[in-house]
């Protein structure tokens, strides 16, 4: 049987394939934090058909002849090239600007990873927690939930761009005559002292001790608590991260281990972007024109069956 059949019917195997990747390129093209993937392509095994070789005035050439088996699909890669940023009106969306990735933990306890920064607060068991759209628990730089006080209005919780979680309070600074600062009032009336503990006497209390203008001044100010620091994790190799649905990412030993951001001094730290989303990086032109490309080639296969199979044919009618 012609060798041709099989070569032929390899590379519209693997055209299937390629034109498979295309499109969920394109179904995921508004997917979050999404990652392009191209297909790869290897050949196959080589015959030899003759060591060595002749031209038509019998010298002999430095050459052999090898036919090849085909081609197949060698990898299908992701392209971890940064999205553009588009803004939202959602004070816990986050885009990373770097090679970081959100640390998530799964239903089943353990940590994903992703671009994905579609955030939002859930009662969780600890108490109001930030968690990605599922429910599940954006994790610390430690591995730790970050939760926050029920009581907190959302415009007084904020994120910068070195990924802490920082609650925002306005307080009162009291100085005694020699401009040493006493301690806080904030504005429910509690005593922070100089260290941040906050006790419940009241502001009133600490006045009615002698805390007059003529003795203390006043000023407004406003503090930040941070009540966490976003886990950003990178990888040596991210290609080889494990894909599972969800846009979550698990390691591999392919990608290797996790090198936390912050606590691994030798990665370069990410930025963070408080109300933006990080688009898929897949090109809408770019797809058509793999797509083209891929149905060009699937089509020349074909043509190569019909072919191999119009000289099978001549061959069976020689007998007639």
Do not use: C
């Not at 070569?7 to 179904?27: H, P």
């Not at 816990?92 to 607060?121: C, K, P, V």
């Not at 504005?187 to 009133?204: C, F, M, R, V």
């Not at 001044?217 to 976003?230: A, E, F, K, P, Q």
């Amino acid at each position: 049987m012609m060798r041709s059949l099989w070569t032929a019917a390899s590379g519209m195997l693997s055209q299937q394939t390629n034109l498979d990747t295309i499109a969920n390129n394109l179904s995921n093209i508004n997917t979050v934090g999404f990652k392009k993937e191209t297909t790869e392509f290897k050949s196959l095994l080589y015959q030899t058909l003759r060591e060595d070789s002749y031209d038509s005035e019998g010298e002999p050439k430095a050459i052999g002849v090898q036919v090849g088996s085909g081609v197949r699909n060698s990898a299908i890669t992701a392209q971890f090239t940064q999205g553009s940023f588009t803004a939202t009106d959602n004070p816990f969306d986050i885009a990373i600007e770097g090679r970081g990735f959100f640390m998530i933990r799964d239903n089943n306890g353990e940590t994903a990873y992703t671009r994905n920064g579609s955030f939002q607060l859930s009662v969780g068991v600890n108490g109001l927690t930030l968690t990605n759209s599922q429910g599940n628990p954006v994790l610390s730089r430690e591995g730790n939930e970050i939760v926050m006080n029920p009581e907190w209005s959302i415009e007084d919780i904020t994120i910068n761009e070195n990924g802490q979680v920082l609650h925002m309070r306005n307080v009162v600074q009291v100085y005694d005559a020699n401009d040493n600062l006493k301690w806080l009032e904030d504005s429910k009336g509690n005593i922070i002292d100089k260290d941040g503990k906050i006790t419940t006497q009241a502001a009133n209390n600490a006045r009615a001790n002698g805390t007059d203008t003529t003795r203390y001044s006043l000023r407004d100010v406003t503090t930040y608590d941070v009540m966490g620091v976003l886990g950003l994790a990178q990888f040596n190799n991210p290609a080889g991260l494990k894909k599972s649905g969800g846009t979550f990412l698990y390691e591999s030993d392919a990608s290797g281990e996790p090198r936390i951001e912050g606590i691994d001094t030798g990665v370069r730290f990410s930025k963070t972007k408080q109300g933006y989303l990080e688009a898929s990086n897949v090109q809408a032109v770019d797809e058509m024109v793999n797509m083209i490309v891929a149905q060009r080639a699937y089509e020349l296969n074909s043509k190569i069956i019909t072919a191999s199979d119009e000289m099978l044919q001549q061959a069976n009618n020689l007998r007639r």
